[in-house]
């Protein structure tokens, strides 16, 4: 009966049934060879059994050395009677034993609706269903455990159980049931199936994306194409004009040149040659008493006339100093969103506002930035700056500064600060902090002593207004000065400033109600927008908006187009109340953030 139960070993990966190189046995009990399993494990350490396609999480040096005997499962009811080596063809998972073929009948007689699984799945949950007994009470088995501390518990246990976690009872469970409460393998497969989604959808974008590029490049190389030929045929037609026009030219230069000059050369030459045959064959006696008529001839040939010739409307060549542009550019393509929550997206204007928090700050709040998840809340009367992190908790003057922190940006992992210096001396200052809140320079900025006041990061360069000389200044990360920018439509007001595009800032201003985008390299206002009255706060969105709130009883939002400065939509928040006032905005992924200064609170939107 135990030759009965030898099975054949024979490699998955090499199908050697003899001479197997240092054997290993993998959990489901198939026995391979050791270079065969390392040539096969992934970078992850998983490997798929080519017999049973079961796939496990090992390392190939660990598994066990595997023989024949290795491989043999006997029978619990035949071992516990004393018989060894019969084999078992059956494991029952409620009775938790294994049987042979004659006492899997006998199970059966009595226990038919009992669930069974074959050895071969066995091998491979063996360790899961070895049973444990009691390390307390040897004689009976671990069978339950509280789904709320995770003990372990006998049937003998449960009368001399302790109390929870917290003085309450034990909440029992089967092992089974209690395994899929603590491990939620549901929840890993739901995230599993969401990312999975999400991998397709990604695939799909990548595919339709590669579609998309190949026929972009046709149209692109068909304009390229019909642009050389239609280029080409004017060329030629052109050059066929020119010839034409040269042709003619020439063709009357030839004919003046024969007829009118060549004749008359001819007669020249003709009677210049006879006169001097003349000179030298005739006695000089005969040609002096003769040269009266020689004289004569000779005066009638140099006074003779050839007519004028005016040559017009022929052409020349002249190649135009600007080059003709291609028919074809490069233009923004749609955005898109990829998120675990709602995979591949196409983002839409924002239409709404949600309020996801409201927070409480220290004191009334001026301004607004965020840095790696943080968001720094700039204070008036001298409370500093606030921090909230991501889950929406207050470090209260995270900060401390003793003036009012008009203006809060953050760059390269220093927090910059506008500070209004309101003492017998009026100023403003540029105070930069690392971010565990400890100051690390300073430098004075000029302008005008109206409070409000902002400055943004654009290109790792730190720009503040200057209302009192109607300019921008520009610094360094440190703070030297790197230019001035001029900026006419600055006033004596409010005014609040944020990065657009590249070398580019919005900058609001409240006295003139109006919004204007300045290029910082050529010093050119790009656009002007005067549709929001008294705008306060102002910052860009996705690149693509600029998002501007004005002085108002409510919040509205302003969204224009960072482009062009055309309003695209407005948005409000009805619940504000009549005396809250917003200096500034921010956004930062989806989330809006304002801060409401009379309310002492920053209220965190989602943009919908």
């Not at 998972?93 to 042979?100: A, D, E, G, W």
């Not at 020249?268 to 040609?287: C, G, P, T």
Request: charged fraction near 25%; include cysteine.
């Amino acid at each position: 009966m135990a030759e009965a139960a030898v099975e054949k070993v024979e490699c998955g990966f090499c199908l050697l049934e003899e001479g197997l190189e240092n054997p290993k046995c993998l959990p489901c009990g198939h026995v391979h060879c050791l270079l065969c399993l390392t040539r096969n494990v992934d970078v992850n350490d998983m490997i798929r059994c080519p017999w049973c396609r079961e796939v496990f999480d090992v390392r190939v040096e660990n598994l066990p050395s595997a023989d024949v005997e290795d491989n043999f499962v006997s029978c619990d009811v035949c071992t516990k009677k004393g018989l060894k080596k019969v084999p078992a063809v059956i494991y029952c998972t409620v009775c938790r034993k294994l049987f042979c073929r004659k006492h899997d009948e006998s199970h059966d007689d009595t226990n038919d609706d009992h669930q069974k699984m074959t050895i071969s799945d066995y091998r491979i949950q063996a360790k899961r269903l070895e049973r444990r007994v009691c390390s307390k009470h040897t004689d009976y088995q671990i069978s339950q455990g509280c789904r709320l501390c995770a003990q372990l518990f006998c049937v003998q246990c449960l009368s001399q159980a302790d109390s929870c976690v917290g003085g309450s009872g034990h909440k029992m469970l089967g092992m089974d049931d209690l395994i899929k409460k603590l491990v939620n393998v549901e929840e890993l497969i739901t995230t599993e199936d969401k990312v999975s989604s999400l991998f397709k959808q990604l695939s799909k974008t990548i595919s339709d994306f590669d579609t998309e590029t190949g026929e972009l490049l046709d149209i692109l190389h068909t304009q390229r194409d019909e642009q050389l030929t239609e280029v080409r045929l004017k060329y030629e037609k052109l050059e066929e004009e020119f010839l034409a026009s040269r042709k003619k030219t020439k063709d009357a230069l030839d004919a003046y040149m024969e007829r009118e000059v060549g004749t008359v050369l001819s007669q020249l030459s003709n009677s210049r040659m006879k006169i001097e045959a003349q000179l030298k064959r005739n006695n000089q006696v005969d040609l002096v008493e003769g040269f009266a008529e020689i004289e004569n001839k000779i005066q009638r040939l140099i006074s003779v006339e050839i007519p004028k010739l005016e040559l017009c409307d022929f052409m020349s060549l002249k190649v135009k100093e600007e080059r003709r542009e291609i028919e074809a550019e490069l233009v923004p393509a749609a955005d898109m969103i990829i998120s675990l929550d709602q995979g591949v997206t196409t983002p839409t204007l924002p239409k709404s506002l949600k309020l996801l928090q409201s927070v409480d700050v220290s004191d009334e709040c001026l301004s607004v930035c965020t840095y790696e998840g943080n968001s720094y809340v700039g204070l008036d009367s001298g409370a500093g700056i606030d921090r909230i992190d991501e889950s929406f908790s207050v470090s209260k003057s995270f900060v401390s500064v003793t003036k009012n922190v008009n203006g809060v940006a953050a760059c390269t992992n220093q927090l910059y600060a506008l500070v209004y210096v309101s003492d017998r001396n009026p100023r403003w200052v540029v105070n930069v902090y690392d971010l565990t809140g400890k100051q690390v320079t300073s430098w004075s900025h000029h302008d005008s002593g109206v409070r409000i006041n902002k400055l943004a990061i654009v290109d790792d360069q730190v720009v503040v207004p200057d209302r009192h000389s109607k300019r921008l200044t520009i610094y360094s990360l440190t703070g030297e000065v790197i230019k001035h920018v001029s900026c006419p439509l600055l006033s004596n007001s409010n005014t609040a400033i944020c990065a657009a595009d590249r070398h580019c800032v919005v900058v609001s201003d409240y006295g003139s109600s109006q919004v204007f985008k300045l290029d910082l390299t050529t010093e050119k206002v790009i656009w002007t927008c005067k549709d929001v009255s008294q705008p306060q706060g102002v910052t860009c969105y996705r690149s693509k908006y600029i998002l501007v709130t004005n002085y108002s009883s409510k919040t509205t939002i302003w969204i224009l187009d960072v482009k062009t400065g055309t309003q695209l939509a407005k948005i409000e928040d009805p619940t504000v109340r009549i005396d809250s006032n917003v200096f500034d905005l921010h956004v930062y992924r989806d989330t809006l953030i304002v801060p409401r200064n009379n309310e002492k609170k920053v209220l965190f939107y989602q943009l919908k």
